[in-house]
């Protein structure tokens, strides 16, 4: 201090420096509950020396926040498996409620009743009723096939409007990250809180993002995240960023980056999950009710033609008979299930020569609940409970990781917060520091006050 | 570990979390009485259930054949003991002709009798349920048996029908006319011959052969008796079968009430504690200090 006017200036900055404080603490205590909100903290550098070699007080004011980006990393990753489990869980949790079904009105219910009704007829093959049951039943049984087959295929196509609906989301995301991005760019370095903000506010997105769709980034030297798709397409470059686009090819949505196809690419968040169910899972049970139709239909029409009707006249095909529509593939065989006859005298529950009492053919029908003609030698009902079996564990194994996903996430945001979230002790001790650091310029301003009176009174004005 | 306000929320939240789904899977199983309240709480118990309630279902329609069947054998048998009635009271009725102390008008007014009698043993083997004829193989909805002079004639045929009762055991049904008729109205055909021809050593020689359309017949009942025993040893096998996949469908399905009951307690007092924990250190900060 060379003079008193240096002084008072000097107090002048120390007192705005404790504003300032006071300030970043208040910017804390209202963000405690802002999710991804950093703690920041004001940082002061000490003056540069004068030219007498003294102390020219505070010298630069700046804002620091408190962000760990190795565990933002972690979280994001986390959060991408989440993502992808929970739209997995919600999906089947559909799909169960579907198959397992009370009150024996599921797929299981319909076989029993179906096989029963032909060993109900093979006690009195002659007796029109129980004709008329097996009719009922077979239609049932149709119908259950194609009920089952139709609602899961509805879960599929609302997993497709999930998907538009997901990509559009994402695109908003990667539209914000871009534009957040030129911010940052603009202000790197700048030691400002609207800085500090920005980045919060990308990391923010980079977290909704990450529960969308798996994602790996990178910063520039100018501070920018360059964010691509785990598989590499580019999502956001500088401000700059690549949509997502949805097309349709035949019935499902394609996922689109830049005119590629990259739906396959897509492995994990919410929308990995939502293909995964779509285009895995549900396709699988799908293709498993095609099949036990089609395997079906098959047997019980090449035995219901090995025997005589009512009139004694042969068997013709007891469910409309399916075509594959190409070799190997059942696809349509569930969907498309009806009888082929409506006469209850059509049934050919007799064997070829014999009287409409004999019920040597019904008899076999009814056995074929019994054959182990389906997927991995099991019976109709095996297979069926296989099915559940495998939904089952699918929704479990979902499930599983997604409640262990969560408890990681929970210890990941615990650390992040650990190290970026704002604690009101800590505020209030801040607050008292400012405060008491405040009081103290302004005691040193109303010194050099007292001094300056000194020599304004000496000199006599 | 530095705590923030935000962490000591996110405990506390996702601790009561943990708690509430605690609390709403012990309170849905006691109201719903099921333990298994979604595939993933056991994918293969899940599937067992499917395949019991199959075996079960099974269970019941070889109960309803077992009755059916049960119902068929025994209007079989009770016509067959008719059968063996009348004809039991032809052989006697022949037996007081069958002496040369007999005459010719004797016989034929013996002969117009046997024949009411055989009017009565045809109705038997034409006897019908329901439109249905029981005694004509799988020729179930024509009359099995007509006659035209004392010429009876059989137009069934030969067919046996088995039903299944139990897994991979079948029970025969029905005895068609061939087997349980055709010898007693040879029998009785030979009997009515010697009688017309009044011929002392023929209707001796007609007698002759009914021991053996008698002894024929109780083989049948025999038979069907046999098969009617083994139709209730079935049924009564069927119901402690059926007993059993009940109980170990109820086992691994069915919630245990009083278990549901004292953990849904458990986590009511839990959740209180962690309320009142949560209260009691979110009550004050610095802040509240700082005059």
């Known amino acids: 201090m060379t003079s008193i006017t240096d002084g008072l200036y000097l107090a002048q900055r120390a007192l705005y420096a404790q504003q300032f404080g006071l300030e970043v603490t208040q910017q804390n205590v209202s963000n405690v509950n802002t999710p991804g909100y950093s703690k920041e903290r004001a940082d002061f550098a000490p003056g540069d020396l004068t030219s007498e070699g003294i102390g020219s007080g505070i010298g630069a004011i700046s804002v620091d926040s408190f962000r760990n980006k190795f565990i933002d990393v972690r979280v994001n990753q986390e959060l991408q498996g989440q993502g992808e489990h929970d739209a997995v869980l919600a999906a089947l949790q559909q799909v169960e409620a579907v198959l397992n079904g009370n009150g024996g009105q599921d797929l299981q219910g319909a076989l029993s009743d179906f096989f029963n009704s032909f060993s109900a007829l093979s006690a009195k093959p002659d007796d029109l009723a129980l004709r008329q049951d097996v009719i009922s039943k077979g239609t049932a049984l149709a119908e259950e096939f194609n009920r089952a087959y139709n609602t899961i295929q509805g879960v599929q196509s609302a997993q497709d409007g999930e998907i538009a609906d997901t990509a559009n989301e994402i695109n908003t995301l990667t539209d914000g990250i871009a534009q957040l991005n030129a911010r940052v760019g603009r202000l790197q370095g700048s030691g400002t809180q609207d800085e500090a903000l920005a980045v919060d506010q990308r990391q923010k997105l980079l977290d909704q993002l990450s529960s969308l769709i798996d994602i790996s980034y990178f910063e520039s030297e100018s501070g920018q995240y360059t964010v691509t798709t785990k598989q590499g397409a580019l999502l956001v470059a500088g401000n700059q960023s690549q949509q997502l686009q949805t097309s349709s090819t035949g019935s499902l949505l394609r996922v689109e980056v830049g005119g590629a196809d990259i739906t396959s690419r897509i492995q994990s968040g919410k929308l990995g999950g939502l293909l995964k169910t779509r285009d895995t899972l549900i396709s699988g049970y799908l293709q498993t009710l095609d099949n036990m139709a089609a395997t079906l239909i098959s047997r019980v029409n090449a035995q219901h033609a090995l025997g005589d009707d009512y009139g004694g006249q042969p068997g013709g095909s007891f469910f409309v008979p399916f075509t594959q529509p190409a070799p190997g593939s059942n696809a349509g065989a569930a969907r498309t299930m009806a009888m082929a006859i409506s006469d209850p005298k059509a049934i050919a529950a007799a064997a070829s020569g014999a009287g409409p009492g004999d019920n040597t053919n019904a008899l076999v029908l009814a056995g074929i609940k019994d054959e182990t003609i389906f997927a991995a030698g099991a019976t109709a009902n095996q297979a069926y409970a296989n099915l559940i079996d495998t939904v089952g564990n699918d929704e479990r194994k979902a499930d599983d990781l997604s409640q262990t996903q969560t408890q990681i996430l929970t210890q990941l945001q615990n650390q992040r917060d650990s190290f970026s979230g704002v604690n009101l002790d800590e505020e209030a001790t801040d607050i008292i520091r400012y405060q008491k650091a405040y009081q103290a310029s302004a005691r040193f301003v109303q010194v050099l006050n007292t001094l300056s009176d000194e020599i304004i009174n000496i000199l006599g004005y | 570990m530095r705590v ?288």
């Open chain 2, 4 to 291: 923030t306000d935000s962490i000591s929320y996110r405990n506390f939240l996702t601790g009561l979390d943990a708690l509430n789904s605690q609390m709403e899977t012990a309170n849905q199983q006691i109201s719903t009485g099921k333990k298994l309240l979604s595939l993933k709480d056991s994918p293969s118990g899940s599937a067992e259930v499917v395949k019991l309630r199959a075996q079960l279902s099974g269970l019941d329609q070889y109960q309803s054949n077992n009755d059916s069947g049960t119902a068929y054998l025994s209007m079989t048998d009770t016509a067959l003991n008719s059968l063996n009635n009348i004809l039991t009271s032809i052989f006697t009725t022949g037996s007081g002709v069958a002496s040369d102390t007999s005459t010719a008008a004797i016989r034929t007014s013996t002969a117009a009798e046997v024949r009411s009698l055989r009017d009565h043993v045809l109705s038997l083997a034409n006897t019908e349920v329901g439109g249905h004829y029981i005694f004509a193989g799988s020729q179930t909805l024509s009359t099995p048996f007509t006659i035209a002079g004392d010429t009876v004639t059989y137009h069934g045929d030969p067919a046996v029908n088995s039903i299944e009762v139990a897994e991979g055991v079948r029970v025969n049904q029905n005895v068609p006319g061939s087997t349980a008729f055709q010898g007693a109205f040879n029998t009785i055909n030979a009997l009515l011959t010697a009688l017309d021809g009044n011929d002392t050593a023929a209707i001796q020689a007609a007698l002759g052969q009914f021991s053996s359309a008698l002894t024929g017949i109780s083989q049948i009942r025999a038979q069907v008796g046999s098969a009617l025993g083994r139709l209730a040893d079935l049924k009564s096998a069927l119901s402690s079968e059926k007993t059993s996949l009940t109980a170990r469908q109820s086992q691994i399905e069915d919630a245990n009430q009083a278990e549901a009951v004292t953990k849904l307690t458990q986590t009511q007092t839990a959740i209180q504690a962690s309320l009142k924990a949560q209260t009691v250190i979110q009550q004050y900060n610095l802040f509240d200090f700082l005059a």
